[in-house]
Nanobody, 119 residues
Framework: HVQLVESGGGSVQTGGSLKLSCEAS????????MGWYRQAPGKERETVSS???????TYVDSVKGRFTISEDSNKATLYLEMNRMRPDDTAVYYC??????????????WGQGTQVTVS
C-alpha cells in the first residue's frame, strides 16, 4: 500500500511563511521524482517544484527565490518551505511521486492535497 500524506497547510498573511510536509512510502524515495503541485480555483494544476533522485531541483518561475524543496529520505518525508508568500500562492497543494521514463518507480501517485491560503 503506497501513500502520500500532506500536512502543514493553513492560512497566512502576505509576506508570511509556511512549511509543507509530505510523508510518503519509502519506495518513492528510491526511484521516483518527488514534487509539489498546486491548483488554484478555476485554474489548471501546475508544477511548483520537483526533486529528482540525483538531486536536481526545479521551480516554477513564480516561486523561484521564495520556495525551497527538500527531503529527508530517512524519514521518507518531502518538504516545501514557502517564504514571502503572496495571495497568488493560494491553492490546494499536492505532493506527488512521478515515474521517470525507464525507472523502477511504481507509477504516478498523488496525495490528497492541503489548502494554503494567503491573504
Amino acid at each position: 500500500h503506497v501513500q502520500l500524506v500532506e500536512s502543514g497547510g493553513g492560512s497566512v498573511q502576505t509576506g508570511g511563511s509556511l512549511k509543507l510536509s509530505c510523508e510518503a512510502s519509502r519506495i518513492f524515495f528510491r526511484d521516483c521524482t518527488m514534487g509539489w503541485y498546486r491548483q488554484a480555483p478555476g485554474k489548471e494544476r501546475e508544477t511548483v517544484s520537483s526533486i529528482s533522485r540525483n538531486g536536481i531541483t526545479t521551480y516554477v518561475d513564480s516561486v523561484k527565490g521564495r520556495f525551497t524543496i527538500s527531503e529527508d529520505s530517512n524519514k521518507a518525508t518531502l518538504y516545501l518551505e514557502m517564504n514571502r508568500m503572496r495571495p497568488d500562492d493560494t491553492a490546494v497543494y499536492y505532493c506527488a511521486a512521478i515515474r521517470p521514463s525507464g525507472s523502477w518507480c511504481p507509477g504516478n501517485y498523488w496525495g490528497q492535497g492541503t489548502q494554503v491560503t494567503v491573504s
